[in-house]
């Protein structure tokens, strides 16, 4: 007798709601390799070690639970700075309300043409940093994404990219249910920024594959907010050169459901990389979720991963990260800290800080805390005569910026900023 | 101005009365000094009246103008004219001193109805008030407290007061933990508030405090009560006898 499991039954039934599109066979056969390993793997359950503070149920649904669209009362971010500027509606490419794509010493194709072509570099990379993100953890939300995603971009940054490539995520239907898929490599030497910006759609996946050679720079700065009930998965997938920079930067207001995955490995000697997370939630209904593994397989490089949230009113918040130091992978320099704020007793922050370490020559250092906002510098300011709402967000944004100063940028730092002490300021009155 | 009557206050979380029954009257322009043994309730009372929790006021009131200080929040007391400078001035992080000083004083001038400064007005006003009490740029934007030496928090505290221009300046102990150079330039920065309305509450434990701000009247507080008040003359005497004899003549 045949006996069904929800892992395996959920994942024939995700592969058969989404089709892969067509294109060129090495793309084929890196869809088919992402299938296969899907199949094998089984779609999470909350029974799942990785997702054991987390259920992923409403991202593996069908169809998609739906999100009611947010009052659009606030711009989209970096509008103030020069920028390429992608446009997405609910997950697909919007060309008309897009820049043309051109900027110097980067080329950019859509997922699409890229995918179609039969000799491309990109067959090195698509689904292939994904792959090597699957072990020694499953991530198979990936894995159905490298399957049958349909959009985004290839982008090659070959110098240094003159303005950041900006995605802005536009939701506007409360069925959209979508996947983005972006492949980036910056040559060696070479540098680029990306930003993304917004919700994307009632539920959205997406995974980004980040090659950075020898010397060369990656930024990224995401926000996602301030929609209530969108559900969002992502993945960022690095690799590290030598002597190579990853930054990478991730600010969320509310959402029924956000886990953010970023899987990076050090290949090269000499190499820094740093993943920051800023988060604020409020109600039951906020659950956020940052989950990261670092692999250190060279020598002398550092990493630094800053997490801190903010929750009230009941929300959750969760973080996973793992610092792994391959033997040999000496002089390694690991960084971890991981920061509740809790504003009140029904709020919930769950933390799994871990280190695995097979070199005898590295620093590797992890902290994780819990706590309330400080009564005695609440006193001292309204002793002051700082009104007690503003001085606890006062508070809150000085607990959130030490995440925020990660951004290697202060045009981008001061943007962040201000939006989230706009969206303190407007939660007050 | 401020005026305390038959004022007991206990903490909240033991039974344990502190203050059993402190009566004073500043009147305006006037300094008040209070002097007392340790544990006798002197920064209890700068507490209660700031409004900290964990104290509960058991009997009694407390009024700056005549209006109800006890009734009110403690960022209301401070838009009211109330100043409490802290023994221990609190550090925090993550926001800088300049910004603080901004919105708090923003932050009252709206309470009261005025209009807020432009960050323009703001830093000219800023930067002569506290070059006068010796606070270079780099501590006016770095975080409030942090890093701060003794007297550079001190100073700081003062730094707020002059900004803030309140009616009533408590100030607690600023003299501890000050050098004689320190005490002299916060006890100058206190002086060139005094205009003949504004009055004040020095707490202190030693006379040298009030060698540079010298007070109208003298209390001295014992066992949550004043159980003497004079002229400067009677902290000279403390200063000489310490606290034994005046306790031995209330007993």
């Known amino acids: 007798m045949a006996v069904t499991n929800p892992k395996y039954d959920i994942c024939d039934a995700l592969l058969a709601a989404y089709k892969a599109p067509v294109g060129a066979k090495w793309a084929m056969d890196a869809r088919n390799a992402a299938s296969t390993n899907l199949r094998r793997m089984g779609a999470p359950v909350k029974r799942d070690e990785y997702w054991k503070y987390t259920n992923p149920a409403g991202l593996t649904a069908l169809p998609a ?29 919007d060309a008309e309300q897009s820049d043309d794509l051109t900027l110097a010493g980067v080329e950019i194709e859509t997922l699409s043409e890229a995918l179609s072509k039969d000799i491309h570099w990109a067959k090195d990379m698509f689904g292939v940093l994904e792959a090597n993100g699957q072990t020694p953890v499953n991530r198979p939300l990936a894995a159905l994404n490298t399957a049958v995603a349909q959009e985004g971009f290839v982008i090659r940054a070959t110098g240094n990219s003159p303005m950041p490539i900006s995605m802005q995520y536009l939701h506007t239907s409360e069925n959209s249910d979508a996947m983005v898929h972006h492949v980036i490599k910056v040559d060696a030497g070479a540098s680029l920024t990306v930003l993304e910006n917004g919700p994307g759609a009632a539920r959205f996946n997406s995974v980004m594959e980040v090659d950075v050679a020898d010397g060369a720079e990656f930024h990224h700065v995401r926000t996602q907010g301030r929609d209530h009930e969108r559900r969002t998965a992502t ?40 993943i920051g997370g800023a988060s604020a939630g409020d109600g039951p209904g906020f659950h956020h979720d940052d989950t990261v593994f670092v692999t250190h397989d060279a020598l002398n490089c550092e990493s630094r991963q800053v997490f801190k949230k903010v929750l009230r009113n009941g929300a959750t918040g969760v973080f996973q990260g793992k610092i792994l130091v391959k033997n040999g992978a000496q002089k390694t320099d690991g960084y971890q800290i991981s920061q509740g704020l809790l504003l009140d007793d029904n709020s919930n922050f769950f933390a799994k800080p871990e280190l695995e370490i097979y070199a005898d020559d ?19 300011m309204l002793t002051r005569g700082v009104p007690k709402a503003q001085a606890q967000d006062m508070l809150i944004l000085a607990f959130l910026s030490e995440a925020i100063d990660e951004i290697d940028n202060d045009a981008l730092s001061q943007d962040i900023h201000d939006r989230l002490s706009q969206w303190m300021e407007r939660r007050r009155s | 101005m401020l005026e305390i009557k038959n004022l007991q206050v206990g903490l909240e979380e033991e039974d344990k009365q502190i203050l059993k029954g402190v009566d004073m009257n ?41 209006v109800d200080l006890l009734d009110m929040d403690p960022e209301e007391r401070a838009a009211a004219g109330l100043f409490l400078a802290f023994q221990y001035p609190v550090e925090i992080p993550g926001v800088g001193n300049m910004t603080f000083l901004r919105t708090a004083v923003n932050a009252q001038r709206k309470a009261r109805g005025e209009d807020e400064l432009s960050a323009g007005e703001f830093l000219k006003v800023v930067r002569a008030k506290a070059k006068a009490l010796k606070i270079d740029a780099d501590m006016l934007k770095r ?21 803030l221009e ?13 050098d004689v150079d320190a005490m002299k330039l916060v006890a100058e920065g206190v002086n060139a508030l005094r205009d003949g309305k504004r009055s004040f509450l020095v707490i202190t434990h030693y006379q040298r405090l009030l060698d540079h701000i010298k007070p109208d009247v003298v209390h001295i507080m014992a066992d949550g009560k004043i159980i003497k008040s004079g002229g400067p003359e009677l902290a000279l005497e403390v200063e000489n006898n310490g606290y034994a004899d005046l306790l031995a003549e209330v007993a």
């Open chain 2, 143 to 163: 975080p409030v407290n942090v890093g701060f030496s003794g007297g550079e928090k001190k100073r700081n505290e003062i730094l707020q007061m002059a900004m």
């Open chain 1, 362 to 380: 590295v620093i590797c250092s992890h902290g994780s805390t819990v706590g309330a906002i400080d009564e005695n510098a609440l006193f001292y």
């Open chain 2, 26 to 66: 500043i009147g305006e322009g006037e300094v008040h000094a209070i002097m007392g043994p340790n544990g006798s309730g002197k920064s209890t009372m700068s507490y209660v009246l700031a409004g900290k929790n964990g104290y509960e006021v058991t009997d009694g009131s407390a009024t700056l103008n005549g």
């Open chain 2, 166 to 178: 309140p009616k009533m300046c408590v100030l607690d102990e600023t003299d501890s933990g000050l």
């Open chain 1, 235 to 274: 993945h960022l997938f690095g690799r590290l050169g030598a002597e190579s920079i990853f930054r990478s930067f991730t600010m969320t207001v509310n959402g029924v459901l956000i886990r953010n995955e970023c899987v990076l490995e050090f290949t090269g000697d000499d190499a820094k990389a740093t």
């Open chain 1, 65 to 93: 639970p739906t999100a009611g669209l947010f009052d659009a009362d606030e711009m989209p971010m970096f509008t103030s700075i020069d920028r390429l500027k992608m446009v997405f509606i609910d997950g697909v490419f």
